[in-house]
């Protein structure tokens, strides 16, 4: 527009100075051109945009943050919605798999659980004949009172005597009970700071009416001091049981003077360990991985799920359980590692 009404004042002065009159010069009217502003002194003032006139041209505009940087902030977004959309999944899968290790976590206590039971089946017939001693000797005192109360004037000493065997027997029972109920305790998992050589003890002494059905000897070679371990008590005499059962099976088809099972403690640095070792026929080398494996049995009956049951319940305490051949004599040893229990713990 300028530009055009430029070439025509130019066209009409050379016409003037070619001689004709500048009233007779007629020329087309320039209409307005639209208004021009200056965007820094709209900003300077505080004038909106909205408030000029249409067609309005605006010069000196600075271009916005979106029109400086378009791509940058395009990619930004681009990878925040990336990330967001990784966490998200990342959270579900966190989600999913706290969910199967609860669940497994669950069938895993089941079906340490059946193998308690299992095992407890076999130990029957020894608790069985241990309980009965007690309970003839309860029995047999019971009928000696009754018969002394009859007499006119009863023996006050002998009475006592036989209450106190009476209570005896009874504890002895009690204890035989709550060795195989706190075997068969169905709880759940409870880690608390336990003491590793008491747990052996009392397993040897839940086991001793097997041992001695089975004319098995049994040696405890127990460290003097404590062995602190963090752990659940029911799981890990569960583990011990299921490793001098193996122990007492290996020794099936050794001569009755040679049937001889060895529980043992010790302090390694910062570890607790335990091994039981028998004097069996030992396990074969390309084996001795294999026997952690779920259903591997070299049992005729054997359900091939007790050492299986027994690493699984070892490593959730954080612990190694492994075999060897014994290199000296014949037999096989199992070892298990456990981290010793902290003060702070």
């Keep these: 527009m300028e530009i055009h009404a430029s070439k025509e004042a130019a066209a009409v002065a050379?016409?003037?100075?070619?001689?004709?009159?500048?009233?007779?010069?007629?020329?087309?009217?320039?209409?307005?051109?639209?208004?021009?502003?200056?965007?820094?002194?709209?900003?300077?003032?505080?004038?909106?945009?909205?408030?000029?006139?249409?067609?309005?041209?605006?010069?000196?505009?600075?271009?916005?943050?979106?029109?400086?940087?378009?791509?940058?902030?395009?990619?930004?977004?681009?990878?925040?919605?990336?990330?967001?959309?990784l966490i998200s999944v990342l959270l579900l899968e966190h989600r999913r798999r706290h969910h199967f290790q609860v669940q497994a976590s669950r069938s895993s206590a089941e079906?340490?659980?059946?193998?308690?039971?299992?095992?407890?089946?076999?130990?029957?017939?020894?608790?069985?004949?241990?309980?009965?001693?007690?309970?003839?000797?309860?029995?047999?005192?019971?009928?000696?009172?009754?018969?002394?109360?009859?007499?006119?004037?009863?023996?006050?000493?002998?009475?006592?005597?036989?209450?106190?065997d009476i209570r005896r027997d009874d504890l002895r029972a009690s204890e035989v009970?709550?060795?195989?109920?706190?075997?068969?305790?169905?709880?759940?998992?409870?880690?608390?700071?336990?003491?590793?050589?008491?747990?052996?003890?009392?397993?040897?002494?839940l086991l001793s009416p097997l041992a001695i059905a089975r004319k098995v000897g049994v040696n405890e070679i127990i460290l003097r001091e404590s062995l602190p371990i963090r752990g659940d008590r029911v799981l890990l005499q569960q583990v011990i049981v299921n490793l001098i059962v193996n122990a007492m099976d290996a020794l099936s088809g050794v001569p009755r003077a040679e049937r001889k099972v060895t529980i043992s403690t010790a302090r390694n640095d910062s570890f607790a360990e335990l091994s039981v070792s028998d004097a069996g026929p030992g396990i074969d080398f390309d084996k001795l991985k294999e026997v952690f494996e779920p259903f591997f049995t070299t049992k005729p009956k054997g359900m091939g799920m007790g050492l299986s049951i027994a690493r699984t319940i070892i490593e959730a305490h954080n612990g190694l359980i492994w075999a060897e051949n014994r290199k000296s004599n014949a037999g096989a040893v199992f070892y298990v590692r456990l981290p010793l229990a902290t003060l702070r713990e």
């Design 14 to 85: 050379v016409r003037i100075l070619g001689g004709e009159k500048a009233g007779a010069i007629k020329i087309k009217p320039i209409g307005f051109a639209p208004p021009k502003y200056d965007w820094r002194e709209l900003q300077r003032w505080g004038i909106s945009e909205s408030r000029l006139p249409p067609e309005s041209q605006i010069y000196f505009r600075e271009p916005s943050v979106w029109e400086k940087y378009r791509w940058q902030i395009a990619l930004v977004w681009a990878v925040i919605l990336t990330q967001g959309g």
């Design 111 to 164: 079906l340490a659980h059946v193998n308690r039971c299992s095992t407890a089946g076999e130990l029957t017939a020894s608790i069985s004949h241990e309980l009965n001693q007690p309970l003839g000797a309860i029995l047999a005192n019971a009928e000696a009172a009754q018969l002394l109360l009859k007499s006119s004037t009863p023996n006050l000493d002998e009475l006592r005597e036989i209450v106190t």
């Design 177 to 205: 009970m709550q060795r195989l109920r706190g075997m068969l305790n169905k709880a759940p998992v409870k880690m608390r700071n336990v003491d590793l050589n008491e747990i052996v003890r009392d397993t040897v002494l």
